[in-house]
């Protein structure tokens, strides 16, 4: 089944503990990206991956890390939680960016106290 | 900033009623795409334009593309309960290199 899996599917951290959400498509894409959900403020991208070891920002990148060493993961880091990124974490893929169908994963929501 | 915009962002209508909700850019766009998100759920794509008026029909669910690209609408006709959700468009401005931008969405109650 195609798919993109997210994990964990909820977290609960505490400030200045790193974590990481990792991300992984089955479809061979070659686009991938996170985004954020925060109620009023709809989806913003947080970084985006064109190709394995093609990363660049979104429109909110402060405070996240990503890595695409492979082509069907693409983990995002937290290296030092704040509060102020307790949201809801989705991924999604496609084959050519915004010129396709994106597809997305089931989301992450992650609290930091 | 280049934005989508969609606006209100909270819509309730009665069972039964016809729904129009708009999407406006303020560039021109290559193309938009239109997700569903259930209470509880992620965004699932539902359409994609391209062309300038074009117009795709999904059922109940008709989507048009402005004649300038810069505008969309997505028109519910006799809403039921299982339109409940947020619906968002998204659009890809002319030259972004692949970048979506999404509106912050609509979300439609519907009264039984």
């Known amino acids: 089944e195609a798919q993109v899996t997210q994990n964990p599917r909820y977290l609960i951290t505490v400030t200045g503990k790193k974590l990481t959400v990792t991300c992984s498509q089955n479809?061979?894409?070659?686009?991938m990206s996170w985004y954020r959900q925060d109620p009023g403020l709809g989806l913003r991208q947080i970084y985006y991956?064109?190709?394995?070891?093609?990363?660049d920002k979104g429109d909110v990148p402060e405070g996240y890390k990503v890595s695409r060493k492979e082509k069907r993961n693409f983990p995002l880091i937290l290296e030092s939680p704040s509060p102020n990124q307790t949201s809801l974490y989705f991924c999604?893929?496609?084959?050519?960016?915004?010129?396709?169908?994106?597809?997305f994963g089931p989301g992450t929501r992650l609290t930091v106290l | 900033g280049q934005q989508v915009m969609q606006i209100p962002q909270y819509q309730h209508v009665q069972e039964g009623e016809d729904f129009t909700t708009y999407c406006n850019s303020s560039?021109?766009?290559?193309?938009i795409q239109w997700y569903k998100q259930r209470p509880g759920g992620h965004p699932v794509f539902l359409i994609q334009l391209v062309k300038s008026g074009e117009v795709k029909k999904q059922k109940r669910l008709t989507f048009q593309f402005g004649e300038a690209k810069k505008n969309s609408s997505l028109h519910i006709t006799a809403t039921q309960t299982t339109d409940v959700g947020t619906y968002f468009c998204a659009g890809l401005m002319s030259g972004a290199n692949s970048k979506l931008t999404f509106g912050k969405g609509i979300t439609l109650s519907v009264r039984p």
């Open positions: 479809m061979n894409h070659e686009y």
């Open positions: 560039t021109t766009l290559s193309n």
């Open positions: 991956s064109m190709n394995v070891e093609v990363t």
């Open positions: 999604a893929s496609s084959f050519a960016g915004g010129y396709n169908e994106q597809f």
